[in-house]
């Protein structure tokens, strides 16, 4: 059973648009992390956020984290083709120390 | 440091060989955790370990075995490879820093079991 939804799975746009993936379970988590992932390589953390309604900024990126904490979002501005790759959220079992990852959104900017 | 690193990178396993992948870390994490990715699934939790001597089951354990004897190695055993379990595997490590627990990957094992 896959409790972590994310949205879009794929997505193609053009350089300098913005974008938002989402990331959305019905449970509750401890903490919430977005990777990125690059073709043949393992992920890599961009942030993790832990405190319901919490918002951090890493440049051009914008992650907040729900006031349930049951969901999180990522936003690009200006995408460049750097952004380019798999996007993964990652939740945090209250209580555990297993993380449920999320479906992961492929995204692609053309330049 | 050289962080997770994982061997073999590659491997082919016939249906019902058997199977050891290597987990090291030299950060001195207490967490360890195994992890196969397959297309449009992201990634799903086989076992983990929080520390030497201590694993339990994540969400995929059936047809693996772990132990975890130091607290830098953590190999994931195939009892009897089936193509089933023909998919990319990662391990990770992580701390607790302040209920954050950051999670660090290693490159991955490619494995195909014809």
């Known amino acids: 059973t896959q409790l972590l939804e994310q949205s879009p799975q794929f997505l193609s746009i053009q350089e300098g648009e913005n974008l938002t993936v989402y990331c959305n379970s019905s449970?509750?988590?401890?903490?919430l992390q977005w990777y990125r992932q690059e073709p043949g390589e393992g992920p890599v953390l961009l942030v993790t956020?832990?405190?319901?309604?919490e918002v951090k900024k890493l440049k051009r990126l914008t992650f907040q984290f729900g006031d349930a904490r049951k969901d999180s979002s990522l936003h690009i501005t200006a995408a460049q083709p750097g952004d380019t790759g798999l996007y993964l959220c990652?939740?945090?079992?209250?209580?555990?120390?297993?993380?449920?990852f999320g479906t992961g959104t492929r995204l692609k900017v053309l330049a | 440091n050289a962080g997770v690193t994982q061997t073999p990178k590659f491997q082919v396993l016939k249906t019902g060989q058997s199977m050891t992948l290597q987990c090291a870390q030299d950060?001195?994490?207490?967490?360890m955790s195994w992890y196969r990715q397959d297309p449009g699934m992201g990634l799903r939790l086989i076992h983990y370990?929080?520390?030497?001597?201590?694993?339990d089951q994540g969400e995929v354990p059936n047809g693996y075995n772990v132990s975890r004897s130091t607290t830098e190695d953590f190999p994931l055993r195939l009892l009897s490879a089936a193509p089933s379990q023909t998919s990319v595997y990662f391990c990770?490590?992580?701390?607790?820093?302040?209920?954050?627990?950051?999670?660090?990957f290693g490159p991955g094992t490619r494995l195909t079991v014809l």
């Open positions: 990770a490590s992580s701390y607790s820093n302040r209920g954050r627990n950051e999670q660090f």
């Open positions: 990652a939740g945090l079992m209250r209580g555990t120390y297993k993380y449920i």
């Open positions: 370990s929080v520390g030497a001597g201590i694993t």
């Open positions: 950060m001195n994490h207490e967490y």
């Open positions: 449970s509750v988590f401890s903490s």
């Open positions: 956020v832990v405190t319901g309604g």
